[in-house]
C-alpha cells in the first residue's frame, strides 16, 4: 500500500485528492496545522465521506522540525504540497504571511524531503495567477510569468524552487501549473462559490442581490476532481516535469453569472450589482491555458464541462441554504 502525504488536505483540492487516492489503496496521511477551528476543518472531507479514512498530523509548514518529524513518522512515498494561503485578495492585505506560507512554506516541506526521504515523489500546487499580466493569448509552460499579486508572486518562489531541487538535488519533483478550478467544496470567498451561493440565496428569497467586482475578468474554469487526477499522474512519471493544467477554453465571470443564474431560471442581470470595493488593486483580466503537453505526456484531459460544474455548484449550495432552513 503507497502512503501519500498532503498538505492543505482540509481543502477543495485536497479532499478530491484524498478520495481519489484512497480510491487506488493509498494510505492517506494528512497534515493540520493546530487551530481553534479544527473542530470544522475536515468538512470538506466530511462532506465526501472520506474523513475516518484519512489520517490527520499535526504539523506546520513554517516549523520545519514538525515537517521533518511527520515525514519520518509516515514514510509517504508521495507528498503532494497543497496548503497555502491561496486568496488572491487577502495577499495585498497579508502580503509577508502569504509570501511565508505560500513560498517559504513549500521550500520546507522539499528541505524535510530532501534531508529525511529524498526518494520521495513530490508535487508543488503551481497557479495559472503566475502568468499575470500575460504575455501571450494562451499560457502554455514556455510562457513568460508576469505575477500580479503576492500571492502569484509567493507562488512563483515556490515554482522557481521546486524546479531548483529537481536540477541541484535531482528530487522527483514536479508542479502542476493549474488554471481555475471549482467545485461545491470550493471556499465561499473565491468568486465562483460566491455566485453560487448568492444565486441560490437569491432563487430561496434569502436575499435579493449579489455584489461584485469586475465582471470582465476572463478565467479558464475546470473541475477540481478532474485536476487532482493530473496531479497524481505527474507523480507516476519516471522524469518529473511541469506541466500546464487547463480546459483550453476562458469564460468571463459575466458569463458565469449568466450560467448560474440560468439554471435556476433567474436573470442575472436583475440582481447582480457592482461594487469598486471588491476590484483589485491590480487585475489580472485573462487566463487561458494551453494543456496540450499535459494531453500528450500524461494522456490527460478534462472530463467535465464548465456547464455541468456550474449547475453541480448552484445544486449543492440549494442544498445547503435548504437543509439550514428545515434545521
Request: charged share 20%; with cysteine; hydrophobic share 40%.
Amino acid at each position: 500500500m503507497p502512503t501519500a502525504l498532503i498538505t492543505g488536505v482540509t481543502g477543495q483540492d485536497g479532499a478530491y485528492l484524498s478520495r481519489f487516492l484512497l480510491e487506488r489503496g493509498y494510505r492517506v496521511v494528512g497534515l493540520v496545522r493546530r487551530s481553534a477551528s479544527s473542530d470544522v476543518m475536515a468538512e470538506r472531507l466530511r462532506w465526501l465521506g472520506i474523513v475516518d479514512r484519512v489520517e490527520l498530523v499535526d504539523a506546520n509548514l513554517l516549523d520545519l522540525s514538525s515537517l521533518i518529524r511527520v515525514i519520518q513518522t509516515a514514510e509517504p512515498d508521495e507528498v503532494y504540497n497543497l496548503a497555502a494561503q491561496s486568496f488572491v485578495a487577502a495577499s495585498w492585505q497579508q502580503p509577508i504571511l502569504t509570501g511565508t506560507i505560500t513560498g517559504i512554506g513549500a521550500v520546507n516541506v522539499m528541505e524535510a524531503i530532501r534531508l529525511v526521504r529524498p526518494q520521495v515523489r513530490f508535487y508543488q500546487a503551481s497557479s495559472s495567477e503566475m502568468f499575470g499580466r500575460v504575455q501571450e493569448p494562451v499560457q502554455s509552460e514556455r510562457t513568460p510569468f508576469y505575477p500580479r499579486s503576492p500571492y502569484a508572486c509567493a507562488k512563483l518562489y515556490a515554482h522557481s524552487m521546486t524546479v531548483n531541487y529537481r536540477e541541484s538535488f535531482g528530487m522527483h519533483a514536479s508542479s502542476g501549473i493549474l488554471f481555475n478550478h471549482e467545485s461545491p467544496l470550493r471556499g465561499i470567498e473565491f468568486v465562483t462559490r460566491k455566485i453560487t451561493d448568492g444565486v441560490a440565496r437569491i432563487k430561496l428569497g434569502l436575499t435579493r442581490h449579489l455584489e461584485l467586482g469586475n465582471l470582465d475578468a476572463s478565467r479558464d474554469w475546470g473541475h477540481a476532481q478532474d485536476y487532482v487526477a493530473a496531479m497524481w499522474t505527474m507523480l507516476q512519471q519516471d522524469t518529473p516535469d511541469d506541466y500546464v493544467i487547463a480546459t483550453g477554453r476562458t469564460m468571463t465571470v459575466r458569463d458565469f453569472c449568466s450560467l448560474a443564474f440560468a439554471h435556476v431560471k433567474l436573470e442575472a442581470d436583475e440582481h447582480v450589482r457592482l461594487s469598486n470595493d471588491l476590484v483589485r488593486p491590480a487585475e489580472v483580466n485573462l487566463l487561458l491555458g494551453d494543456p496540450t503537453k499535459a494531453r500528450d505526456v500524461l494522456g490527460w484531459t478534462p472530463r467535465t464541462s464548465l456547464e455541468s460544474m456550474v449547475a453541480e455548484m448552484v445544486d449543492a449550495d440549494l442544498a445547503r441554504h435548504r437543509a439550514r432552513m428545515a434545521a
